[in-house]
């Protein structure tokens, strides 16, 4: 996994993409033992496997590549080989230490067990995923990471400049001689340190990454002037070697399962390289360019030219200017982007170009194309409609028409059956044992697994990737109760492909989200096109339009603007039998051009019976209580169009965007009644009963003319005044009830 990139990491997978072999399964192992010619075919593929092992590792040159690395930290192969990068720093270390006669701290002590089933080392070896995002694992973020700039999303036709930061952060540990000797600090401390002296020894640790970065250099130097191939391949292993293990020594800081834990240095790194990366900003900024993206160590560069020449240029230029202000740190031009589909954060596609031979390379980052659990067939047309995006000879409407050509066509396949089951097929990657889940209603991977063992063909575990296809069994279940094996599909009459599920919750979301800077194609043509009902995209797309024009401006929300779909103040009579009610909404009436309070009614207009001002003041408290007692019990709906899936059960189920949907998979599970408009409602009445707010809204010829009747209203401001106070004590008192419970609970509890 350290080594390649790929959708599963079983053996046919491997063998398929590093090899181009098709490696030979036998799906009933008992069965071969019914004849000798049959046994003997198992015995061929068994050995074919282990030849196919012994190539895929010869490709990836993995056995010399970790005898290197363990030449290097001085550690033992065997250990290296299961992939335990904290391990490798660990071993550096302890010999810098040794060397330098200093005493190293106690190795942290975790119990036997690291995690739920898993043993410590396994834990350390999940968890040095860590190492790469700035201290945040699956649990918490121990210390703020990397900065990443908001992107200006869109479709950029002109030249991109793409720079960045040669090593950032082993550089930074260089640059400010950042380690355990130089900086003071506790393991876990919270404080991020100050920069130490200048003047101070180089620590051990930026010593060890200036031996591995000048050795790596030396290499390199090697290679230039080394003719013979076979040795050449070997010098290149070697640097690769240097490379991956200089890359990971800032790791050990941010790891808490590492013996040279360190937090408060881990987080004044992260801290210095948001700073670098600022500076850099601005510093192009003031050269009069935008800085369209930045993530970490590198950022991107609107040139507003499609002059490659006058671009490399510029890039040269702001390079120079950025590596003056540092000792060590370099800014690197990486590459120039001829067209660049930006969409959100750490999601872009690109079309790269060469700086030396100017050849064309598509390059995609975090998108939906590039994950695995999404189908062969969603990724296959998403990266279809990315080609047609990036391809720079199609006009706007020749894209559209291409787009809507492309979807119109899968569906006219799908509709014949010329589909391969193979391209229907979700993966995902099981983080415990199939009967270890809590839900397994919920986790059609899960699910999948545990009745596949069953059958006692298989035996899933912890880290195996499985394969489902979501069909269609007669049932009314959500589609992660329908999801089935492809041996099941394929022995059985009754189960059908749901071409309507990957439809909705594959194919759309992949081509909308794509689609989504193109102003010529929405969710509603993307839905016509693949031949589905749009009549639910339609109205999502109207209550999206509503909502933008009744918040024009996001960062100032002024909730009057909502205050007429707010229901009004209900004021009733206590008397049995009676049951007058009336409703206010202002408190300030005109009446014949004069401005007065609205009357508060002392006595019931039908009965006669008075009422008081402790049943004006009940009355307004139980209706506060009742909407907030609707936003409690309100339903959670999934906001995909096609799903509209309604819940009552707090799913732990969560990712950035919010509680997942458990029936399609795509969707946000939201509050029907919102808290936003529970705070409207809340907000509102306050506003029916805050006479000074209405009175200055006046003119000033109706405020001199209500000043001089005020003692006719006396005892109407007083009962204004005494409404006022119970809704303002009751905001104060139930403050936490304008905000969803679920969305602040519900994240603490998966992350426990």
């Known amino acids: 996994m350290e080594l390649v990139k790929a959708r599963s990491y079983d053996l046919t997978e491997l063998s398929a993409q590093l090899l181009s072999k098709q490696r030979k399964e036998v799906e009933d192992v008992a069965s071969c033992y019914t004849s000798l010619e049959r046994l003997f075919q198992l015995i061929d593929v068994s050995w074919l496997d282990s030849l196919l092992a012994l190539q895929v590792i010869v490709q990836l040159n993995a056995l010399p590549l970790f005898m290197q690395i363990t030449n290097i930290v001085g550690g033992v192969a065997s250990r290296t080989m299961m992939g335990g990068r904290a391990e490798r720093n660990e071993y550096l270390l302890l010999h810098a230490f040794h060397r330098d006669t200093l005493i190293a701290p106690d190795k942290a002590q975790f119990g036997k067990k690291g995690g739920a089933g898993k043993t410590l080392n396994e834990t350390m070896i999940e968890g040095e995923q860590e190492e790469e995002t700035g ?85 390199k130097s090697l290679m230039r002037y080394q003719k013979n191939e076979a040795e050449k391949r070997q010098l290149d292993i070697r640097q690769m070697a240097l490379k991956l293990t200089a890359n990971s020594m800032y790791g050990c800081l941010g790891f808490q399962y590492s013996r040279f834990y360190a937090k408060p240095i881990a987080a004044l790194v992260t801290s210095k390289g948001r700073e670098i990366l600022m500076h850099s900003k601005e510093l192009v900024e003031k050269i009069g360019y935008t800085v369209i993206y930045g993530d970490t160590d590198s950022i991107m560069i609107n040139t507003n030219s499609l002059d490659l020449a006058q671009a490399k240029k510029l890039g040269f230029e702001i390079k120079k200017q950025v590596n003056k202000c540092h000792r060590l740190l370099e800014l690197e031009l990486d590459g120039v982007f001829k067209r660049l589909l930006l969409l959100k954060k750490k999601k872009y596609a690109a079309l790269t170009l060469n700086l030396d031979t100017n050849e064309e390379k598509k390059e995609l980052k975090g998108l939906d194309i590039v994950r695995r659990d999404w189908s062969q067939l969603a990724k296959d047309i998403g990266s279809s409609v990315v080609d047609r995006i990036l391809d720079a000879n199609l006009s706007r409407d020749q894209l559209v028409a291409s787009i809507n050509e492309l979807l119109k066509n899968i569906r006219a396949q799908l509709d014949a059956g010329a589909v391969p089951i193979e391209l229907f097929q979700i993966s995902k990657q099981l983080t415990r044992n199939p009967r270890e889940y809590a839900d397994l209603k919920s986790q059609p991977h899960a699910s999948t697994a545990a009745r596949l063992n069953e059958s006692g063909k298989f035996s899933f575990r912890h880290g195996d990737i499985i394969e489902y296809v979501i069909c269609e069994d007669g049932s009314t279940n959500a589609a992660t109760q329908r999801a089935y094996h492809r041996s099941e599909i394929e022995g059985s009459a009754t189960l059908k492909i749901d071409h309507h599920y990957y439809l909705a919750q594959q194919i759309h979301p992949v081509v909308s989200r794509l689609c989504a800077p193109l102003e010529e194609i929405d969710a509603v043509r993307i839905a016509e096109a693949l031949g589905m009902d749009s009549s639910n995209y339609r109205r999502a797309a109207a209550a999206h339009a509503v909502a933008a024009a009744e918040n024009e401006d996001d960062a100032v929300w002024t909730p009057e603007l909502a205050y007429d779909t707010c229901d009004p103040l209900i004021i009733t009579c206590g008397a049995d039998g009676c049951g007058l009610t009336a409703e206010m909404r202002k408190c300030l009436v005109l009446e014949a051009g004069d401005v007065k309070p609205r009357t508060i009614p002392t006595s019931c207009s039908s009965c006669g019976n008075g009422i008081p001002d402790g049943k004006l003041l009940n009355d307004l408290r139980l209706q506060l209580k009742a909407y907030v007692d609707r936003h409690v019990t309100s339903a959670f709906k999934c906001d995909e169009p096609m799903c509209e899936y309604k819940t009552n059960i707090v799913s732990f189920r969560w990712n950035r965007e919010g509680m997942e949907c458990p029936k399609c998979s795509g969707g946000i599970l939201r509050k029907e009644y919102t808290c936003k408009q529970l705070y409207e409602q809340q907000m509102f009445f306050r506003s029916i009963v805050d006479f000074k707010k209405a009175e200055a809204a006046l003119t000033n010829d109706q405020r001199k003319e209500l000043q001089s009747n005020k003692n006719d209203y006396m005892s109407v401001w007083q009962t204004y005044h005494q409404m006022l106070e119970v809704v303002d004590e009751f905001l104060v008192n139930n403050s936490f009830n304008r905000v969803d419970l679920a969305s602040i609970f519900a994240p603490m509890c998966r992350l426990k």
């Open 135 to 219: 201290g945040k694992t699956k649990g918490k973020a121990q210390y703020s990471g990397g900065l990443v700039l908001e992107p200006i999303k869109g479709l950029y036709e002109t030249l991109i400049l793409l720079l960045d930061f040669n090593s950032l952060y082993p550089s930074i540990i260089q640059e400010y001689n950042l380690c355990f000797t130089t900086v003071p600090h506790k393991k876990d401390g919270d404080e991020v340190p100050d920069v130490p002296d200048p003047s101070l020894k180089e620590g051990v640790l930026p010593r060890e990454i200036r031996k591995l970065v000048e050795c790596r250099r030396d290499v």
